[in-house]
């Protein structure tokens, strides 16, 4: 999985330079007139339902062709029918179909393996020659090769393959027969784009042959960097405008760089911060002001323009809304802050907030009711394995009595929400998951408050993205986990069925335990040392060769390779403060003498998000590259964080790229050492 930076562009190279057959230039394609039209000219679109009625009335080539639009029609209704399209599509013989109508055939094939979130099977049916698919992109007409091309930039992007979309996209841009696709196609490669590191762009501006890509690489460099001072991005975007002027980017500049200008005209003048000095949040505050600090005299020291600061302790009795309307008063435009969660739930319940807020914490974050009462949407049940006996089963938190989890309101118009919940997280190891083809997953958590979370936020994300838990089991505090491990994998089974075959003989016989084998991965929620001993327990019951995923909780922040010696082969995700050595603050503060980090990481980007807060709100695209994690706008209002990858290796974290999707070989992952 490891391999040098080096190699990685020299596969890189190889691949841009000779491309693959699916994406030759279709300007030059065989342009056959289209076929008889099946519908009358301006007859309006035909249900699923109709268009399968006439194929049932229908035989031969029209009944194929009826057919394949009848399963695409399934797709794209309002409540896709996955089962019914994938029935229909295998009625359809397709080494019998004409030349004509085998583009449909991918076409159908790639659109339900995207709508049953198979990103990986759509890349292959788009990418691969199993099909004849090299012959049938060169024979097919513009309209059909631009509607495939695009299918494969979209599998590409949803199989987190983020630099093979964009390339692809690239491609596809100066066949458009459209301004208004070419801009929407340029929003597209804007995005994909955004989701690569700084790291891995800066390996590739200068090394992809390709030039329009190359330009969209460096553009996207200026999207991530200079994220301290607006001023100082738009002067970049300028610069490269003037570098670049016939690239495709020049007449349609992605929107959110666009409007980077009026929010230099509009950045706040003056910012008041909420945060606790003393009492049982006074270090966590100190720590989110230090950082916000060293943003703003980091801007300062550049010569960049800095707002007004107002800082209101809240460790104190008065109301939060007294707290925030002083604030307001006294003439703030944004109002960072409380960090408190109690204090934000009191803004919460205001009618409107006068300006726009940052919160330094989630007043929705779920929260476990042991009443038994009814207070909002029941946790969903986790079905353990059919293969289990009743006596072993790995539902804990199902059979806590009514455990239920908040419902969130509608959040406040002027309310955004940040902080440092897992929760993203683990739903961004689902993402991973899925980008990676996997079906089957298992899931070891804590038996606490915070593991139910954990195990919540990534079952509901996992499940919505088409895939099947097979299991999940709990752990207490005791310090041998075998058995949970054991019971998780049904190796307890393996084991009775020895037992059982050795009492029906009377005599010892030969016997490997062995697990179940329908599993594709396993997470692990837990801190170091709980996972330091997970991970040895899975080696030991024969997982040792499934893919483990975790959350950044367990590595501390400091190399420690004797003890984490033990995590080797764990995937995580984590801060790009621990991950990205390139970061822009690096030489602003030593990471040594933070205490708090991932709390004065957070500092550091309240300050980077604060004039910004209205080109989140405008455009959810935005991407700002935190020392947190790349930051968007999500649902609710709440500022999404997309953490780094990383695994261990001899004890010591090594950086992976997920998204690149750069190797022939089909493999997506490059890494390089810290």
């Known amino acids: 999985m490891i391999c040098s930076l080096r190699a990685f562009l020299f596969f890189l190279i190889v691949l841009m330079l000779g491309g693959c057959q699916p994406s030759a230039d279709i300007r030059n394609a065989d342009v056959r007139p289209m076929p008889q039209a099946i519908l009358p000219a301006g007859a309006e679109p035909l249900t699923a339902r109709q268009l399968l009625a006439r194929a049932r009335k229908s035989s031969g080539l029209k009944q194929s062709q009826w057919l394949l639009k009848a399963v695409v029609a399934y797709v794209r209704q309002s409540d896709p029918d996955i089962e019914t399209a994938a029935s229909l599509l295998a009625e359809v013989n397709f080494k019998q179909l004409p030349a004509a109508i085998k583009p449909l055939y991918i076409i159908a094939m790639a659109e339900l393996a995207l ?89 590739l501006k200068d090394v992809v042959p390709h030039e329009d890509l190359k330009g969209w690489i460096n553009l996207a460099l ?59 949040y006074g270090e966590a505050g100190k720590t989110v002001l230090r950082g916000f600090l060293a943003g703003y005299y980091a801007a300062l020291a550049s010569n960049q323009s800095v707002p007004e600061l107002l800082i209101i302790d809240t460790d104190t009795t008065v109301k939060t809304v007294a707290l925030y309307q002083q604030a307001v008063d006294a003439g703030a435009a944004v109002v960072i802050g409380p960090l408190e969660k109690d204090r934000v739930r009191e803004l919460s319940r205001l009618e409107t907030l006068s300006v726009p807020t940052l919160a330094l914490n989630y007043w929705v974050e779920p929260s476990i009711q042991q009443t038994g009462q009814q207070t909002g949407q029941k946790i969903k049940k986790l079905e353990p394995s059919a293969q289990l006996e009743p006596s072993a089963q790995l539902e804990p938190s199902a059979q806590k009595a009514e455990a239920q989890y908040l419902t969130p309101a509608e959040p406040l118009p ?143 922040g400091k190399n420690n390779p004797g003890l984490d010696k033990d995590l080797n082969g764990i995937e995580f995700t984590d801060i790009p403060w621990f991950l990205d050595p390139n970061h822009a603050f690096t030489d602003v503060v030593s990471r040594d003498t933070v205490r708090l980090p991932r709390l004065f990481a957070l500092g550091i980007d309240a300050y980077q998000l604060f004039p910004r807060l209205e080109l989140l709100i405008q455009t959810p695209e935005v991407i700002v590259e935190g020392l947190t994690g790349q930051l968007s706008m999500g649902p609710g209002q709440r500022i999404e964080r997309y953490s780094l990858w990383a695994t261990f290796d001899t004890g010591e974290p090594v950086r992976i790229e997920p998204g690149l999707g750069a190797f022939e070989d089909g493999n997506n992952t490059s890494a390089s050492p810290l």
């Open 414 to 556: 002027n309310l955004i929400q940040f902080g440092l919940a897992a929760e993203d997280e683990a739903r961004q190891i689902a993402e991973r998951a899925a980008m990676e083809g996997y079906h089957v997953g298992a899931v070891v958590y804590p038996d606490t408050d915070w593991g139910y979370r954990m195990l919540k936020a990534f079952g509901d994300k996992w499940t919505d993205l088409g895939g099947m838990l097979g299991a999940t089991s709990s752990y207490g505090g005791n310090k041998d986990y075998s058995k949970t491990i054991k019971y998780l994998l049904n190796v307890h089974e393996s084991e009775a069925r020895h037992r059982r075959i050795r009492q029906t003989l009377g005599r010892s016989v030969e016997f490997v335990p062995r697990r179940r084998q329908d599993l594709d991965f396993i997470v692990v929620f837990g801190n170091a040392k709980q996972a330091r001993q997970l991970k040895p327990a899975l080696n030991f019951y024969f997982a040792g060769d499934l893919p483990v995923f975790s959350v950044s909780h367990i590595f501390s």
């Open 115 to 203: 709508a049953d979130n198979k990103a990986q099977e759509a890349v292959s049916v788009l990418t691969t020659n199993r099909y004849d698919l090299f012959d049938i992109i060169g024979s097919a007409r513009v309209a059909e090769q631009i509607k495939i091309k695009r299918l494969r930039a979209l599998a590409h992007e949803n199989a987190g393959q983020y630099l093979a979309s964009a390339r692809e996209r690239v491609m596809l841009g100066p066949q458009l027969p459209s301004e208004r696709e070419i801009a929407e196609n340029n929003e597209a490669i804007w995005r994909s784009l955004g989701r690569l590191t700084t790291t891995t762009l800066m390996a």
């Open 222 to 280: 200026v999207g991530k960097q200079e994220t301290n001072s607006l001023q100082a991005q738009v002067r970049a975007i300028d610069a490269w405008l003037s570098r670049w002027p016939q690239h495709p980017a020049h007449l349609h500049l992605p929107v959110s760089l666009e409007l980077l200008k009026k929010a230099v005209i509009n950045q706040p003048k003056q910012v008041a911060l909420l945060l606790p000095s003393e009492g049982r």
